[in-house]
């Protein structure tokens, strides 16, 4: 296959601990409100009655989960179909970029992820998103998130390698199908993981 740089994430080793989050967010010298990299915290259960005190509820069916999520420079970028001013490339190597000097801020491309990557700022009015720490990578360095994270649960590099490594599972729930945009993402799932689109789990925190 063509060069794709990719990342890849343990689920099963997060610990939600958002270091990556705040990596980024420093690197990128990112305002409130605006992340490139967020923590999504899944998880669900229910209550019954106890067995001895049924006036009493006990809880059942408890799982949570963390996923680390940024921009997944997909292999079929929407962002990139659906900006009219082709402000949006995507590089030979897969790093998909904004070009903020063709941007004109319309958010096409925020309203076209289902990942939620562009962001808009709304100081100068245009867009913004996870470049893969490009900089640094051409210097053979790791991205400021996957450095950052203490579990090792973030890796980088070829998507055949990803897969060759870790496997080919690349969506979970909360996650949209991966059918949607080929992600250049591999994913490792945790335990209690829920299948795309069939999850009875809630999202509880979002941002920081």
């Known amino acids: 296959m063509a060069t794709q740089k990719a990342?890849?994430?343990d689920a099963s080793a997060c610990n939600g601990c958002k270091a990556c989050v705040i990596a980024?967010?420093?690197?990128?010298?990112?305002?409130?409100?605006?992340n490139?990299?967020?923590?999504?915290?899944?998880?669900?259960?229910?209550?019954?009655?106890?067995?001895?005190?049924?006036?009493l509820l006990q809880p059942t069916g408890l799982f949570a989960y963390s996923l680390s999520v940024a921009?997944?420079?997909?292999?079929?970028?929407?962002?990139?179909d659906g900006c009219p001013t082709k402000a949006i490339e995507k590089r030979d190597d897969g790093i998909v970029l904004?070009?903020?000097?063709?941007?004109?801020?319309?958010?096409?491309?925020?309203?076209?992820c289902p990942y939620g990557a562009p962001q808009f700022d709304s100081d100068d009015g245009l867009m913004m998103k996870c470049?893969?720490?490009?900089?640094?990578?051409?210097?053979?360095?790791?991205?400021?998130?996957?450095?950052?994270?203490p579990m090792r649960a973030l890796d980088f590099g070829e998507l055949d390698e990803l897969r060759a490594k870790y496997g080919n599972s690349s969506a979970v729930a909360p996650l949209p199908s991966?059918?949607?945009?080929?992600?250049?993402?591999v994913?490792?799932?945790?335990?209690?993981?829920?299948?795309?689109?069939?999850?009875?789990g809630r999202i509880y925190d979002f941002e920081v």
């Open 98 to 112: 904004v070009d903020r000097d063709k941007c004109i801020g319309c958010r096409y491309c925020e309203w076209a």
């Open 178 to 185: 991966a059918d949607l945009t080929k992600p250049a993402f």
């Open 71 to 80: 921009c997944m420079h997909c292999e079929e970028p929407p962002c990139a």
């Open 7 to 9: 990342f890849y994430f």
């Open 187 to 200: 994913l490792t799932p945790h335990r209690d993981a829920q299948p795309v689109g069939q999850g009875s």
């Open 24 to 34: 980024c967010k420093s690197k990128n010298a990112l305002p409130v409100g605006i």
């Open 131 to 149: 470049d893969f720490c490009v900089d640094v990578v051409e210097q053979g360095e790791a991205p400021y998130c996957v450095a950052a994270c």
């Open 36 to 55: 490139y990299r967020r923590v999504v915290q899944y998880g669900g259960g229910s209550w019954v009655p106890d067995p001895d005190y049924p006036d």
